[in-house]
């Protein structure tokens, strides 16, 4: 069971553009909602997190915003640069369960120059 | 303050062996966790040690097992290997709760069955 939908799976940018990652969750227990960042040959790096209780948080070029009635949150990436190309993943958890993170399927972000 | 580190890096098994990961967490971090990550099922977690104790267990069958040492280092040893275990896997550690903190991820180890 899928609890965490990611889309699209595949997004191509043009440099200096917006780009935009949704993630819809089932399990309204998740309080914890993270966004990795993926190189090939890496394993995932933190980008940035968000808790129910705001409903977006920035860092530097990258938005979480978070929608708790229609349980969903997306990552922005502002002006958009090919080294933001990678893989993403969003993720969810809560306090007491037992799955750890559970992530969504992921994101290819190809940036073109 | 080094990274996590998992080793080896890259594995090649056959069917029906077993096999032994390794996985250092960043200095100070007691909790430690492993994922599978594979391009069908994508990042699926196994379980979660902390001082030595697995609080946390994801969906896997009993072939998959771990434990950690009093320093925190932890090992994942899968036993009878089927070709559907073919996977990278994934350490990654955390100061306390992975709930709310940032889990580091290390770099993987490749894992291929013949």
């Known amino acids: 069971q899928q609890q965490v939908k990611q889309s699209p799976q595949s997004l191509i940018v043009q440099k200096g553009g917006i780009s935009i990652i949704n993630c819809a969750y089932e399990?309204?227990?998740?309080?914890?909602f993270p966004w990795y960042q993926q190189f090939p040959g890496k394993g995932p790096a933190l980008l940035i997190a968000?808790?129910?209780?705001?409903s977006e948080k920035k860092e530097g070029r990258f938005t979480i915003s978070f929608n708790k009635s229609a349980k969903q949150f997306s990552l922005h990436i502002m002006d958009s640069q090919p080294g933001d190309s990678a893989t993403y993943f969003c993720a969810a958890s809560y306090l007491g369960g037992a799955d750890g993170l559970t992530f969504g399927k992921g994101t290819h972000l190809i940036i073109q120059p | 303050k080094a990274g996590v580190t998992q080793t080896p890096r890259y594995l090649i098994k056959t069917r029906g062996q077993q096999v032994t990961l390794s996985c250092s967490p960043i200095s100070g971090h007691r909790s430690v966790s492993w994922y599978q990550q594979t391009p069908g099922q994508g990042l699926q977690f196994l379980f979660e040690y902390f001082s030595e104790t697995q609080r946390n267990k994801g969906n896997f069958p009993g072939r998959f097992s771990g434990r950690q040492f009093s320093n925190s280092r932890s090992e994942m040893n899968v036993s009878t290997l089927e070709l559907g275990d073919s996977a990278l896997y994934l350490c990654a550690s955390s100061l306390d709760s992975p709930v709310y903190q940032p889990q580091h991820f290390g770099d993987g180890t490749r894992l291929s069955i013949l």
């Open positions: 399990n309204t227990a998740f309080d914890y």
């Open positions: 968000i808790r129910p209780d705001v």
